[in-house]
């Protein structure tokens, strides 16, 4: 008997294999490439800030810093890393070149660079031992390299574009397996170019050759590497420095010049950035790049306004949960190690992430469709509650609407649902609507358009339910291949911040605007405005504030807010501030940029030097070498020494 199979288990197997295969969808659109799927499963990155610019307290390096003073005293990769890996971020981006020129690592393109620092002696390599703390702290690693070089003498000409390609070659080739190679928009301007102190102006449409020339170089040593500028190739800005992407932001994307030019890095239409293009031409999802303090680089003065690890989830939210991905910005301190404070948060919301996310809710559901592929296994609901990214439920060819109905096995609170598409068949899904049975009827509970990679729709506060029901429309037929719910896990966070500043805050009862009528009506809220309410000036002349001091004082430093609406018009790139005893003869106390203000609009700090009382303070906004009328204050902050 043993060797006999009987005619009904034959039956059923032949009846199986009988069965007409059903087909996978076939993909729509723009389709995400080997290299972008890895990217998109690493959600969360870090990028590291950390040349002579730290030493100076400032946000853009001039190009003039004398590399004697890069000299860190405790410099420790791994304490960095391993903060970063605390956080849940699977790589690590070393800026081994910022605007200021200076190179991490010993580069045969110039003398500027570690080599002429004193740190080990001029025979370090920072961006080797960022390498290697990453790797062993299981970190994929990748590198920024400025396009923009304050410091060379031939910025602008073809041997600087050149030069610049040999460093990215370099970068390329010594550095093990790179997951991006990032470069930013902010190129040409001013600089110390060698000791010329200049305007260099380039045309960012030819100078660099990105197509032609760069990006060729990192395709061939580094086809994994993600090219990041803000039009892509592989990944895009978000056009913002706040880590949110759009609540709709796909990410398909047709890049945009301006004015009819040929988009290229620094020259695009940032407005679409955001928000992608839906059916755009190119797979090209956006990364969310935000500082983990106000600035990129490490200013003493902000050890207090380190994110929490609330704010974080948030971004995380708007990022990872838009589809996107996040990279948030580490400054370590001039000695070489990330501020306690930076520790702390990364820690505290590694561990929101991970409680947040161990526990599905909806693992046990019961979900039944309206609808499935060919009415085949293959492409059934199990696949929603697998944890695969690419297993996936489907609908028929010619079923474009459908819904599942979700009984839920568990009395616990949710307030976070994800959703999954199985990106490998592009961003098929145009929304979907979720409703809670509820009170005997089926009640409207939350909805979300751009679906893609992950979804995470966050409800106002936590419920329970019994069922759910999703109604998803596309224009093909619908692959969806997850379905989750979670809590947001509260945790208790330890309030170790400084607060230095604070106590040397000049009140602002201490202050007077003088002749207020100068300028356009409510200018006496910048000086102490709870309610962040921005103040522009439109009168038609340029009119500096001028204060006045209910006692002379000498200055420590100024804080400068500028508008909070995300609009650029009227924010200052420059400032003087000039300090008098008769309103008569001023002398300037502080005059330079507000560095990066456009893209990240936060709170400036400003150090004054100079010793001298004054009674009276004097603020110019410029823009570039030029003043202008209209400009926004949101706050202003006086410090005394
Ligand atoms: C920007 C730069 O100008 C900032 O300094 C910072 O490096 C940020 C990540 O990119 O474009």
């Not at 060379?152 to 093990?176: C, F």
């Not at 979670?486 to 330890?494: D, G, I, S, Y």
């Not at 038609?540 to 400068?560: A, D, H, I």
Request: aromatic share 12%; proline share 6%.
């Amino acid at each position: 008997m043993k060797n006999i199979v009987s005619p009904f288990v034959f039956l059923l197997f032949f009846g199986i294999a009988c069965q007409p295969e059903v087909n996978a969808p076939e993909p729509y659109g723009a389709l995400p490439s080997e290299r972008q799927l890895r990217w998109h499963e690493m959600e969360m990155y870090s990028l590291i800030h950390y040349t002579p610019t730290t030493f100076q307290n400032k946000e853009w390096g001039y190009g003039d810093a004398d590399p004697a003073i890069f000299n860190p005293k405790k410099f420790d990769a791994d304490q960095i890393a391993n903060a970063a890996a605390a956080a849940g971020f699977k790589g690590l981006i070393s800026v081994a070149k910022h605007h200021d020129g200076f190179c991490l690592w010993p580069t045969a393109t110039t003398d500027y660079s570690v080599a002429a620092s004193p740190w080990k002696d001029g025979k370090g390599d920072m961006v080797k031992e960022f390498m290697e703390a990453s790797h062993k702290n299981s970190l994929d690693f990748g590198v920024y390299l400025s396009a923009w070089d304050r410091n060379d003498t031939r910025y602008g000409s073809p041997e600087y574009a050149e030069a610049y390609r040999e460093q990215l070659t370099e970068l390329m080739t010594q550095y093990g397996d790179l997951f991006t190679s990032w470069h930013d928009g902010a190129n040409g301007g001013d600089g110390y170019y060698g000791g010329l102190k200049e305007e260099r102006i380039i045309d960012r449409t030819t100078y660099y050759e990105w197509e032609e020339k760069t990006w060729p170089i990192v395709r061939e040593h580094q086809p994994m590497a993600m090219i990041f500028s803000d039009i892509g190739p592989d990944m895009r800005w978000v056009g913002n420095e706040k880590g949110f992407a759009a609540e709709t932001s796909w990410a398909t994307f047709t890049p945009e010049g301006l004015d009819g030019q040929k988009p290229v890095p620094g020259v695009v239409n940032s407005d679409k950035l955001p928000e992608g293009t839906r059916n755009g031409e190119f797979w090209i999802p956006a990364e969310c790049d935000v500082p983990h303090r106000p600035g990129w680089f490490y200013h003493p003065e902000q050890d207090d306004q380190v994110k929490s690890p609330d704010e974080l989830f948030e971004i995380y939210l708007k990022s990872v949960g838009r589809g996107a991905n996040m990279n948030l910005g580490l400054a370590p301190m001039p000695d070489g190690v990330l501020h306690p404070n930076d520790v702390a948060s990364l820690e505290q919301f590694g561990e929101k992430i991970e409680k947040t996310f161990e526990n599905n809710i909806a693992k046990n559901a019961i979900i039944i469709a309206s609808n499935t592929r060919g009415d085949s296994k293959k492409f059934g609901v199990q696949n929603l509650l697998d944890e695969d990214r690419y297993s996936y439920w489907a609908t028929d060819d010619d079923v474009h609407q459908a819904e599942l109905e979700i009984s839920i096995n568990s009395d616990e609170y949710f307030d976070l649902i994800r959703l999954r598409e199985n990106i490998k068949l592009g961003q098929r899904i145009d929304s979907i609507k979720i409703e809670n049975w509820s009170d005997q009827r089926w009640q409207p509970l939350a909805q979300a358009t751009s679906i893609g990679a992950n979804r995470l729709v966050k409800l106002e506060n936590p419920i329970q339910a019994k069922k759910l029901k999703i109604t998803v429309y596309a224009p093909v037929a619908i692959t969806l291949s997850d379905f989750a719910l979670f809590k947001e896990e509260q945790t208790k966070q330890e309030d170790n911040r400084l607060n230095v500043d604070e106590k040397l805050r000049i009140d602002a009862e201490q202050i007077k605007i003088t002749n207020p009528e100068l300028y356009a009506e409510g200018v006496e809220a910048i000086l102490n405005n709870p309610e962040q309410i921005t103040w522009v000036n439109d009168k038609q002349e340029l009119q500096p504030l001028v204060f006045e001091l209910q006692e002379e004082k000498t200055l420590r430093g100024f804080s400068y807010l500028p508008r909070q609406d995300g609009e650029k018009e009227g924010i200052p790139t420059h400032y003087i501030l000039e300090g008098s005893m008769d309103k008569n003869n001023w002398e300037i106390l502080a005059e330079g940029e507000f560095s990066n203000i456009q893209n990240n609009p936060t709170l400036q700090h400003i150090e004054i030097a100079s010793d001298k009382e004054v009674k009276y303070i004097r603020f110019t906004p410029k823009k570039g070498s030029d003043l202008i009328q209209k400009y926004s204050v949101t706050e202003i902050i006086f410090y005394k020494k």
